[in-house]
């Protein structure tokens, strides 16, 4: 059997935006992890316009490319981190947006959490997704990693450096992504 592929979901879009090395970090320790190949997706590359499907996503008959393109996109893991910031209180449009676009493709996968922000370290972003990711019908580990003041951890190049705790989180978390992963694969092709 081929590995899992694991997507690594950077969810901030906006200009200057920094958490983009955040999800650089964990797609490297994911690679280093060695139980998944590893993908990077950056919404912002994505590019999805606010929803603009006429039928429901269930249904799955799309009329325009870009959401054929992110179909496939999701379609091909088999697991997901989730790499988001913490704006007012919840989690960025563009990662419900994003979301939302889609539901059979996202059903029966694995993800994991990592958010960062202030004093909140992006927790109340994780609140928010939850109930969100459950509807969809993904099943979150409890294992997560939640960066505060997460600009302490970027180096004058802007690149993201972790401290022994936020590593051994991550790879707790990525441990069991590879644990449930296995499990739902099975599901999936039942």
């Known amino acids: ?22 999800a650089r970090w964990l797609q ?10 590893v993908e990077l997706v950056d919404l912002a590359e994505v590019g999805l316009p606010v929803f603009d499907e ?11 490319q870009h959401t054929r393109d992110w179909s496939a996109t999701v379609s091909r893991a088999d697991a997901f981190v ?5 704006y007012n ?14 539901s ?29 990711l459950g509807a969809l019908r993904v099943h979150v580990v409890p294992e997560a990693v939640s960066v ?17 705790e936020l590593e051994a989180g991550g790879k707790a978390m990525l441990d069991e992504l590879a644990r449930v992963t296995t499990a739902l694969r099975t599901l999936r092709a039942a």
């Open 1 to 22: 059997m081929s590995r899992p592929v694991l997507q690594v979901i950077a969810a901030s879009t906006r200009p200057g935006r920094r958490g983009l090395a955040v």
């Open 28 to 37: 490297r320790l994911a690679e280093e992890h060695a139980g998944f190949d």
């Open 54 to 64: 006429p039928n429901h996503p269930r249904l799955q008959q799309y009329t325009h």
């Open 82 to 86: 989730f790499v988001t910031p913490e």
């Open 89 to 102: 209180h919840s989690f960025p449009a563009s990662l419900k947006n994003a979301l939302d676009y889609l």
């Open 104 to 132: 059979a493709e996202w059903a029966d996968k694995a993800a994991g959490l990592v958010t960062y922000g202030g004093v909140s370290a992006g927790l109340r972003a994780s609140s928010a997704v939850k109930p969100v």
């Open 148 to 164: 505060p003041f997460f600009a302490q951890f970027l180096d004058q190049d802007d690149e993201f450096v972790p401290n022994a």
